[in-house]
Structures are given as C-alpha cells and as structure tokens.
C-alpha cells in the first residue's frame, strides 16, 4: 500500500489552513486580526500553536505577522511575490519620486537588525502592498522572517531591482556583472 501523503511545511500548512478558516470562523479571524500587536497578540495563540513553537518569540512574531494580515486581506490563495518584487511592483513605471518611496520602504526593512523591529516595520508595509493588491507571497514571508539574515536581505533586494542569483544566470549562460571600467 503506497501513501499519496505530501510533506508540507509549517508555513505553507499555516498559510492554506489560516486562508480557508478565516471565510468561515468568524472567531479566528477576529483572533488572528489581533495577532500582530503585543498587547493582544495571546488571542491568537490557540491558532498560531499547531503550526508554531509560541516559546521563540522569532517564531511567534512571524506567524502573528502572517496571521493577521490574512485576517484582513482574505486572500483566495496564497501570492507569488516576495518582500522585494512586491515593492518593486508598486510602481511598474513609475514616477522617479514613486521609485524612491518603494526604495526607501525596502532600505527601512533592510535596516532592521532584529526580527521584532522588522515584524513592527513589516506590519505597516504588509499592510500598504495589500492596499496596493501586490499579490505578497504569506508562505515565503513566514520561511524569511524568523530567520532574518543577510542572505534574505540580499534576495529582497535582488528581486527588487530584478537581478537573478548567480547559478541560475550561470545555467543559462548569462551574467549579471556591471561592465569592466579601467580607471585611467
């Protein structure tokens, strides 16, 4: 007997569970609404739990980020876009000063030295690319939040100014290199 059984990760069982009850538990929406401020994050910890460990607040933050922004969007389905493509999006040929906006939100974000000053920034940013209807990608915020580093800086900012990571331009031939300049 073969088991059909797919492995899924805790971010993407998260995601598609929190997006299918918060159409229809009016209770876990209200709850999960409140996950993202401190003071009434508790409310949605019997929804966080299953998926996450509540004693690491990394953890913790990212969930109730995630949590509650699907609470107010009520997405059909999870996006596609991380951080970076998202910004970027915001203004597909825009204005200079529009440009400017999205870079200087996405230099804030990759300021940030600790994962509770990025959920505090990332709160209000979430919050503007859903006003924007960026297709933000809940499952890829949940994998880079609580592990906040300088490898997701890089690619946030990568996907902003639209550069590939070196082996995938490398496979098909191509590089991403600013030209040779000789200095006279």
């Keep these: 007997m073969e088991s059909n059984s797919e492995v899924v990760s805790p971010p993407a069982a998260f995601v598609a569970r929190s997006i299918a009850r918060v159409k ?6 209200a709850a999960l609404r409140r996950a993202d401020n401190p003071v009434t ?9 299953p998926f996450c460990r509540l004693e ?6 990212a969930y109730g980020l995630v949590g509650a922004a699907i609470a107010r969007a009520m997405p059909e389905k999870d996006g596609v876009q991380d951080v970076g493509t998202a910004l970027r999006n915001c203004c597909p040929g825009g204005s200079e000063d529009e440009q400017k906006t999205e870079l200087a939100r996405l230099r804030r974000l990759l300021a940030c030295d600790s994962v509770p000053e990025l959920v505090a920034i ?6 503007y690319l859903q006003s924007k209807g960026a297709p933000l990608s ?5 994998t880079d939040v609580p592990y906040w580093n300088d490898t997701t800086r890089i690619r946030w900012t990568q996907s902003f100014f639209r550069f590939k990571p070196a082996e995938e331009n490398e496979s098909k031939g191509e590089l991403n290199a600013v030209p040779d300049q000789t200095v006279d």
Aim: aromatic content about 16%.
């Design 41 to 49: 994050d508790s409310y949605a910890w019997e929804y966080l739990l």
């Design 122 to 127: 990332l709160r209000r940013v979430v919050r």
């Design 56 to 61: 690491i607040p990394a953890e913790r933050f």
């Design 138 to 142: 809940y499952r890829q915020l949940l």
């Design 24 to 29: 229809t538990d009016s209770a876990c929406r």
